[in-house]
C-alpha cells in the first residue's frame, strides 16, 4: 500500500498535479519528504518530457530503481534533464565530408574535392 502512495505522490510531484502545481508546495515537499521518492520523482520529471504519452504503468521500473538506488536515480535524472537542455540548444553544422575519394570529384577524375581542405578527409 505505502508503495502505491509513494509512487501516486512522485507522479503528482513530477506532472505537477493538484497541490503540487505550486512551486512553493514541491519546493516544501522536497525537504520533507523521502531521499528516494523524490529521486523517484526526479526521475519520472524527465521521463515524461521524454515519452509524454507514457502511463503510469510503463513508468513503474522508475520506483524500483529509486528505492533500490536512489542516488544513481538521481544521477540519472540529472544526466537526462542535461541531455534535453543540450538537444534544445541549436548545435553547429558539422564540417562538410568529401567524396567517397577525397581527392576527386564524382564524375570528374582526377580533380580535388571542393570542399577538401574544410572536410574531415583533409
Do not use: N
Request: proline share 11%; with cysteine; glycine share 8%.
Amino acid at each position: 500500500m505505502q508503495r502505491d502512495i509513494d509512487a501516486w505522490l512522485a507522479h503528482a510531484l513530477a506532472a505537477h498535479l493538484g497541490h503540487y502545481r505550486d512551486r512553493a508546495a514541491r519546493e516544501k515537499a522536497a525537504r520533507l519528504l523521502s531521499p528516494p521518492l523524490l529521486a523517484h520523482a526526479g526521475l519520472l520529471t524527465e521521463l515524461i518530457h521524454l515519452a509524454p504519452g507514457a502511463g503510469v504503468d510503463q513508468l513503474a521500473f522508475a520506483a524500483r530503481l529509486a528505492t533500490t538506488e536512489p542516488d544513481a536515480t538521481d544521477a540519472l535524472a540529472v544526466f537526462l534533464a542535461h541531455a534535453r537542455a543540450d538537444a534544445s540548444r541549436p548545435h553547429p553544422a558539422p564540417p562538410p565530408r568529401c567524396f567517397p575519394d577525397p581527392w576527386e570529384a564524382p564524375g570528374r577524375p582526377g580533380q580535388k574535392c571542393p570542399d577538401h581542405l574544410g572536410c574531415l578527409g583533409g
